[in-house]
């Protein structure tokens, strides 16, 4: 899948277009790229960096990174991404003319998305102005329960599983491998010390069965406090892995929440619990 920042980037061709967001790339979002895919055109989708409501002012925790978003789409069989970089020159557009200065330079023939799409200065446009405007104008029908908001709720108090139902896919957190203390280690578990993008989203503090680079591996993700650590940090430890990973980009999915995050009596009971999730981990297997 080819992602560009510029609409003259992409040849002028006859195309299927989904406009929106897609952080997290869940199910109501692969029912409107299937509906891109299905209208037989260059099936192209057009999104936003940052996110909107980040542009103005507001916080967002992020299911994805760009990075992470356009492998997702790409991996769902979109040929081409449009990139916008959103700011608030942008988000004055009037529909009509975000229509002329995104839309037609690509050749957009078709558009795809879902119920509540809107769009333009005060989100004043919609599919049915899309018609008007002369594109044949699809509407989606939503997924019943699925919006990235709920999926972010599920993810804060770390029900696992039921985001994954969501996404149809695991949830994952993403980062590049930093130095950590390397007490892990010294205590025969060596973990892979994340720094992740500050607007990403970081499920519920606990222990996690996941992957990670092909690997199953046992995930913390908490403030450590069997050493009263305070900063928030997220560690992999990937089973039967040795290597080098430092410096490098980790998609870490998440399978299960194990348990709470908690202090020890003494370093021995804590590797000996490090231990069991290790086991349990060998025996987890990714949500249904």
Same mark, same amino acid.
């Given at each position: 899948?080819?992602?560009? &920042?510029?609409?003259?980037?992409?040849?002028?061709?006859?195309?299927?277009?989904?406009?929106?967001?897609?952080?997290?790339?869940?199910?109501?979002? $692969?029912?409107?790229?299937?509906?891109?895919?299905?209208?037989?055109?260059?099936?192209?989708?057009?999104?936003?960096?940052?996110?909107?409501?980040?542009?103005?002012?507001? #916080?967002?925790?992020?299911?994805?990174?760009?990075?992470?978003?356009?492998?997702?789409?790409?991996?769902?069989?979109?040929?081409?991404?449009?990139?916008?970089?959103?700011?608030?020159?942008?988000?004055?557009?009037?529909?009509?003319? /975000?229509?002329?200065?995104?839309?037609? =330079?690509?050749?957009?023939?078709?558009?795809?998305?879902?119920?509540?799409? $809107?769009?333009?200065?005060?989100?004043?446009?919609?599919?049915?102005?899309?018609?008007?405007?002369? /594109?044949?104008?699809?509407?989606?029908?939503?997924? #019943?329960?699925? &919006? *990235?908001?709920?999926?972010?709720?599920?993810?804060?108090?770390?029900?696992?599983?039921?985001?994954?139902?969501?996404?149809?896919?695991?949830?994952?957190?993403?980062?590049?491998?930093?130095?950590? +203390?390397?007490?892990?280690?010294?205590?025969?578990?060596?973990?892979?010390?994340?720094?992740?993008? =500050?607007?990403?989203?970081? =499920?519920?503090?606990?222990?996690?069965?996941?992957?990670?680079?092909?690997?199953?591996?046992?995930? &913390?993700?908490?403030?450590? =406090?069997?050493?009263?650590?305070?900063?928030? $940090?997220?560690?992999?430890?990937?089973? +039967?892995? *040795?290597?080098?990973?430092?410096?490098?980009?980790?998609?870490?999915?998440?399978?299960?929440?194990?348990?709470?995050?908690?202090?020890? *009596? *003494?370093?021995? #009971?804590?590797?000996?619990?490090?231990?069991?999730?290790? #086991?349990?981990?060998?025996?987890?297997?990714?949500?249904?």
């Amino acid at each position: 899948m080819r992602a560009v &920042s510029n609409a003259g980037e992409l040849a002028q061709r006859a195309r299927a277009v989904a406009i929106g967001t897609f952080d997290g790339v869940h199910l109501g979002h $692969r029912r409107v790229l299937d509906a891109v895919l299905a209208a037989g055109l260059t099936a192209t989708v057009v999104t936003f960096d940052p996110h909107p409501r980040i542009a103005f002012g507001y #916080e967002v925790e992020l299911l994805s990174t760009l990075q992470r978003r356009l492998e997702l789409i790409g991996e769902a069989g979109i040929e081409e991404t449009l990139v916008v970089e959103f700011d608030l020159e942008v988000a004055k557009l009037e529909p009509a003319e /975000f229509v002329d200065t995104v839309l037609r =330079p690509i050749g957009t023939e078709v558009v795809v998305a879902g119920a509540d799409f $809107r769009f333009g200065r005060g989100r004043a446009g919609d599919l049915e102005q899309l018609a008007r405007l002369g /594109f044949d104008a699809r509407t989606v029908p939503l997924v #019943e329960g699925v &919006s *990235s908001s709920k999926i972010r709720d599920l993810l804060r108090s770390g029900e696992i599983e039921r985001a994954a139902k969501l996404l149809g896919r695991p949830p994952e957190v993403e980062g590049i491998v930093v130095a950590g +203390d390397a007490r892990g280690g010294t205590l025969g578990f060596p973990t892979a010390n994340l720094r992740l993008d =500050p607007d990403l989203l970081v =499920p519920a503090y606990g222990i996690y069965a996941g992957a990670a680079a092909g690997h199953r591996a046992a995930i &913390s993700i908490g403030t450590n =406090p069997h050493y009263r650590g305070e900063e928030r $940090r997220v560690e992999a430890h990937l089973l +039967d892995f *040795s290597g080098d990973l430092y410096g490098r980009r980790l998609v870490v999915h998440l399978w299960r929440r194990l348990r709470d995050e908690q202090s020890f *009596s *003494s370093e021995a #009971e804590l590797v000996a619990q490090i231990a069991r999730d290790v #086991e349990e981990t060998r025996g987890a297997a990714p949500p249904a």
